[in-house]
């Protein structure tokens, strides 16, 4: 009895002794520098690891009103866009890696008889009197080289990488979520405008007729009106295709496609000119994609330090326990072993090679993003600055002259001063001139969208609406 007490003492403080000896040093992690959050998040709350499977939102079950404002879209996109939501559980996987890189390995018991007579059998009494001999061994790896600590870096990097993804995947659904915006406010004003020249249209060939009868125009004359009603009509046909695609679009990016035919914008897009003032230095930008691809390079630089510390030799320390059955055995023995891998066949030098080859592919992502960033600032703000500045000349100059034209020209033909060649040149002007406005206003919109998106820096927290994917920031894993 003393003797298994002893060997069971002995066992329990080997293994003690080895899971102290391979608890790794703690390595630095480098911290992204991120933003103070404005406001809460609106995205759904990653769940905790292990829970059970999380029940729909139910804010995404229940669909909002058909006429949208734009901060309702915005809201429900962050909780409801299918891509999105794909992104956050990518993260979530990530941060359950991380728990996997800290386990220790686990412990190897083996357990074993021998020295049965295939004759005598056993032989009599209780179990430590027969004539069986008992093994048993437990060994334990312990790592060296700090191998669990890379681990748990490279994890910790790669989760914060996927939680830049997540906040990139956010800002372009945002980016789609303005673009199908302003289609859809385009649509809707388009197929308004129509509505207004079909009616314009529609007056016109009813003085038209009237002056027919009484003898005033010419039967030729009342058919080139009746041309231009029609091709109004088939414009307006047009329109509703246009306008029933926009809502299409937008009923896919807010997971309500049973809404779509009734989707209405109640605002246009809010646009926000971006004065010289706010132009971004090169190296400022902190687009959600350029944060991510520094996160993805620290992960693959501590990748590549864990494949070269795989030349550190990890040891395996044993503990065995023998029982040799009397009268030819000696009762109970103890022994300890040790074990070392011999780098006799290789030295692991395709496992580092391809680490090393990780870094620098993640090295040249990163670069490439950083410059294509920068190039990016300069040509988005002059997109932005030349679709504003012909805004406004035609709001301001082309547009009032020619509705004023066509005020006079409709009121010269009314009292049978001028010719209907004259009202229908007039008219098609001030449609022309009625939807290019409308068209500069939303290429203005979109490219101030896309320079609002694209343009991204610490203080663009703000943005009320790019903003929010810079909130989706790495915290502590």
């Known amino acids: 009895m003393a003797c298994r007490r002893l060997a069971i003492l002995a066992l329990a403080g080997l293994l003690t002794a080895g899971a102290h000896a391979q608890t790794p040093v703690p390595s630095p992690v480098p911290q992204t520098h991120t933003p103070t959050p404005s406001s809460a998040p609106l995205w759904p709350a990653p769940r905790p690891l292990g829970a059970a499977t999380a029940a729909p939102d139910p804010d995404c079950i229940a669909l909002p009103a058909p006429s949208l404002d734009w901060s309702a879209a915005q809201r429900r996109l962050a909780r409801c866009n299918r891509d999105l939501r794909l992104a956050l559980r990518a993260t979530e996987s990530q941060r359950a890696d991380i728990v996997t890189a800290g386990q220790r390995p686990n412990p190897t018991l083996g357990v074993g008889i021998g020295s049965v007579n295939p004759v005598l059998g056993p032989g009599p009494g209780g179990v430590l009197d027969k004539q069986i001999d008992y093994v048993a061994r437990l060994d334990q790896p312990i790592e060296r080289g700090n191998k669990r ?7 910790e990097q790669a989760w914060r990488a996927a939680r830049w993804n997540a906040a990139d995947t956010l800002r372009q659904q945002q980016l789609a979520l303005a673009q199908a915006w302003i289609d859809l406010w385009g649509a809707q004003q388009r197929l308004a405008l129509q509505q207004e020249v079909l009616g314009l249209y529609r007056r016109t060939l009813d003085g038209a007729r009237r002056r027919e009868k009484a003898g005033d ?23 509703e295709g246009e306008l029933a695609r926009a809502r299409n679009v937008i009923a896919s990016l807010l997971a309500m496609e049973p809404s779509a035919p009734m989707l209405q914008a109640a605002e246009p897009w809010p646009a926000a000119d971006v004065s010289g003032a706010a132009r971004l230095a090169p190296g400022e930008a902190e687009r959600p994609d350029l944060l991510a691809a520094r996160a993805q390079q620290a992960a693959a630089d501590a990748q590549s330090r864990l494949a070269t510390s795989l030349r550190t030799r990890d040891v395996s320390i044993g503990v065995q326990v023998e029982r040799y059955a009397p ?25 580092i090679a ?16 950083e410059q294509q960033a920068r190039a990016d600032q300069q040509r988005l703000l002059d997109a932005q600055a030349a679709a504003g500045a012909r805004r406004r000349a035609i709001e301001r100059d082309a547009l009032p002259l020619a509705e004023r034209v066509a005020a006079n020209a409709d009121l010269a033909y009314r009292k049978g001063a001028g010719t209907v060649l004259e009202l229908l040149d007039a008219l098609r002007q001030l449609r022309a001139l009625q939807r290019e406005d409308l068209d500069a206003r939303l290429d203005h919109d979109r490219a101030d969208a896309a320079a609002r998106a694209e343009m991204l820096t610490a203080a663009a927290a703000a943005d009320p609406v790019f903003g929010e994917s810079l909130q989706l920031r790495p915290t502590t894993p």
């Open 327 to 351: 009268p030819a055995g000696s009762g109970w023995l103890l022994g300890a072993f040790v074990s070392v891998p011999l780098f006799v066949s290789h030295r692991f030098e395709g496992e």
């Open 354 to 369: 391809r680490a090393e080859a990780d870094r620098d592919t993640a090295l040249e992502s990163r670069v490439r993003i």
């Open 217 to 239: 125009v010419a039967t030729a004359d009342v058919a080139r009106i009746e041309l231009d009603v029609q091709r109004a009509e088939a414009e307006r046909v047009v329109g």
């Open 149 to 155: 600590g890379l681990r748990v870096e490279s994890a």
